[in-house]
């Protein structure tokens, strides 16, 4: 008993002892050097965020925000694209493969050692089928007909310089093709482009200031098709490609006040021409097509509209030509622009357009390329059509 009692209080003395030098003061670790100026703080995400002195020691109250690097952002390379004069001729091997089939059947037709009746009525079946229109593949048929019964021989190449006349004459080479781009003095050339939804409406504007920018000019995009968030982006797209800045509001804004503003702004940053994107309004809303001729007021208060192009797609044949008369009856269209004429469409169509709208064919678009958009020239395009 003795000895439990013993060992119980050597215990004791042990804690009292180590609890004494356990509160004895010792010396402290010194602490590293402050920066003399300035010290990094980690943020959140692994962000380093230099702040001076003045600001970390500062109360809170009155530090200002840590000061961040801003990314940096790689500019965007502008293009320089080709000019428009000869775009049609370079893409005549494009526009020829998918038209050489109706060339080829009349080319074929006309040659035949015998013209009767029958191989005649195939010959204005041929231009029907090739969306010419029944009264022009009539006119063209009788014509043609005329001619190679005076002439007597036919030799192929007698044969196509006659085709090729008659559709030359049919398009209409004497039309005034010419884009009024070019500035009035301080004003800049205003153009509306128009068209149903899916035709190619804002791509079509992307090309042309691609086209203008290639001959020199510059060029303000207006993105008026405030229905579609994605429009103004995608024009966006196009202009920073070629240096032309675009005007454009938050999706829902009132169409004519953006137009309205791109034209001022293109009055007073002296630009060569602006470009105004208009909604793709179905032809058969009427509330639609209204706004539509609203725009054109509203933009007629400070500057003259000087171009008005009618965006058809060219594979959509008679519907087509219903949405050309009634944009026609809205706006005075002052030309037409072609799109996707490389793939399914029918040469013909740019015949029966004209006829009737009542205006010229100005552009074709022969390709999903930036410089796809030509204007058009009716002689390389019927030499594209008939092949060498």
Known sequence: MEYVILIAA???????????????????????PAEP???????PGGTATVVDDATATAPPAQRGPPSTAEPVVP???????PPGAGRLVRLRARLARSQSTFGKTLLGLLSRDTLDDDAWEEIEDTLIGADMGVTV?????????????????????????????????????DLDRS???????TRPSVVMVVGVNGTGKTTTCGKLARVLVGDGGTVLLGAADTFRAAAADQLETWGSRVGAPVVRKG???????????????????GYDTVIVDTAGRLHTKTGLMDELGKVKRVIEKQSQVDEILLVLDATTGQNGMQQARVFGEVVNVTGVVLTKLDGTAKGGIVVQVQRELGVPVKLVGLGEGPDDLAPFEPGAFVDAILGD
């Open 137 to 173: 593949a009539r006119q063209i048929t009788d014509d043609l007909r005329t001619r190679v019964q005076v002439l007597g021989t036919r030799t192929p190449q007698e044969v196509r310089a006659l085709l090729k006349e008659e559709l030359v004459k049919q398009i209409g080479p």
């Open 179 to 185: 884009l009024h781009t070019a500035p009035h003095g």
């Open 251 to 269: 999706e829902g804004a009132d169409p004519a006040s953006v137009a309205f503003d791109a034209v001022k702004q293109g009055v007073d940053g």
């Open 10 to 32: 050597l215990a004791v003395l042990l804690l009292v002892a180590g609890g004494v030098m356990f509160l004895r003061p010792g010396r402290r670790k010194a602490a590293p």
């Open 37 to 43: 100026q300035e010290q990094a703080e980690q943020r």
């Open 75 to 81: 500019p965007v390379e502008i293009e320089t694209p």
